[in-house]
């Protein structure tokens, strides 16, 4: 039975890019499961009329998630101090006390970029304490994971096993590596959202320029 301080965590993901690729849709969806799952609270925010009419049934249908077209910053307005940035540019790298301190985390909703863009700093502007988990880029529903191990699972996060830049086969010739950190799941491959490998393997022809 979960305790009042793990059922009381919310995953903020503010979306900030013009439109919902498939790609952030099954990323989307993860979160929301993952979240339920764990007694969490899944806020995708920001989300403009236009596409909130229009979102994936993979995301709309995905119990636990509330789609908010209100920004972060007027959601939370009055609570702005129990509110974590998470950020590949801060300081300070997150903790399992962090858990006790912040109970809304903040994730950028873009898609991920090789090298990175630093799109995060959209989110850093608004004043946010921040908090890193390392080095290395993470998709958003790889860092939203390590997040809530992190902070509801109490795992340190130099204690978590990672899978960094895998290689994964497209077709019988080629493979192709992934420019990012993903958590290792029980059968040693780094976990992907429930469709991504397929999404993967037909999008390799276009280029992991902007993909994840
Ligand atoms: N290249 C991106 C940028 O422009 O900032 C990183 C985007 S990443 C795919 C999406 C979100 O995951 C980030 O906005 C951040 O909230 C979180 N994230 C990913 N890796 C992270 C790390 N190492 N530390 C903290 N947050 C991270």
Redesign the pocket.
Known sequence: MANFAESSKTYV?EH?DPELEQWSALEYAAIAKESYEANAQFLLSSVPESLATNIPGVVKQSKGIKIEQRSVEEIFASQKESVC??????SKE?SPEDGDKFTVF????????????????E?RKKGYE???????????D???R??RIVVQDRTPLEKIEYVDHPELKVNKHESTEMP??YVKGKDGEPVMPEGMIDLIKNDSERGFGEL?
């Open positions: 993901v900030l940035l998470l950020d590949p540019a801060a997150l903040l994730f950028g909703g873009i898609l991920g970029d090789d090298p990175p863009r630093d799109r995060t700093s989110l921040g908090r890193r988990l390392g080095p290395v880029q993470m998709t958003t790889t860092a939203v390590v997040t990012f950190r994840l």
